[in-house]
């Protein structure tokens, strides 16, 4: 079997590393179909993710198919699946109020666990929703990066014709741009790359997508920062309308905001992080199934595991929709 690993930041190989052992209790073997490269590999690719640990298998951006079950797994085999990424305990007091995404004994596999981008692994079948089958295996591979974005989303009001600015055009700034416009709002979107906004404008009609110096007298009722850089955080709070919302997605370490303004002007600004888990999956899932909702064209390449270096080469250029890695016919 064979999987990448990440010795150290940026030694990362392919390597057979034997079959993946046999099922207990309630894990689940998975055979992968698709992984797909999130920000947050590049980020430990890079070593700038201050909670990795290495040495390290990357990948949580997962589907595959259950191809063996612990006596004690609650899905069956040969159930195709989306993987959870993102443990919890069920016992915490955040747990116990539904607030998985911040259970306190949080794991995040491929970034302090080791991840899926493997022909097979195994994981607790509490951690796998299976997926309908008229939903695609490259659309299913979004359900996880996009389930971020349907949480965030939920935090603001979001409304026909309302006006929505999205600050930062990487996976799940696009995707944020495709299910505000699907939602009806009137959208914009903003990034210093070119090739991104020739790409966001292709997902959602209407979507107005522009270099952030051409919105710099506008206002906005929503602003989605999804940049995760102190400067998209700065840009997006002076976007924001009186009486108007800021959801920040991305992980800026620090920025600097104009607290007076936004008292004045009764700003409000929510933090937003991963998802429930299963609900906001499975919303994700009814909005890939509906067929007008065409967020599948953030898909810019589908390379097998094998060209696993030219995937992250790729995906570090900053020019791409998501990557995805192929495990099927290695
Ligand atoms: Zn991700
Ligand atoms: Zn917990």
Redesign the pocket.
Known sequence: MLELFLQKPYELQLREAGPAPSPTGDEVKIKVIYGGICGSDLGVFQGKLRHAIYPLRPGHELVGRVIKAGSAASIPVGTRVVVLPNT?????S??RRGK?NI????QSLGVNADGGFAQEFLISSRYVLPIPDDLSDQKAVLIEPFAVVVHALQKVRLGKDCTVCVVGCGNEGMLAAALASHLGAKVTAIDINPRKLDLVSKLGEGIQAVLPQAVQQATFDVVIEAGGTKGAVEQGIQLVRPGGEMVVIGLAQEAILPVAHMVRNELTLFGTIIYNFPDDYLRAIDYLLDPSFRADAIISLTLPITAYRQAFESALTGDHGKIILDFKGV
Request: overall charge positive; charged content about 25%; hydrophobic content about 10%.
């Open positions: 919890f305990c069920g016992k915490c955040y747990c998985t259970c306190e004994n949080k």
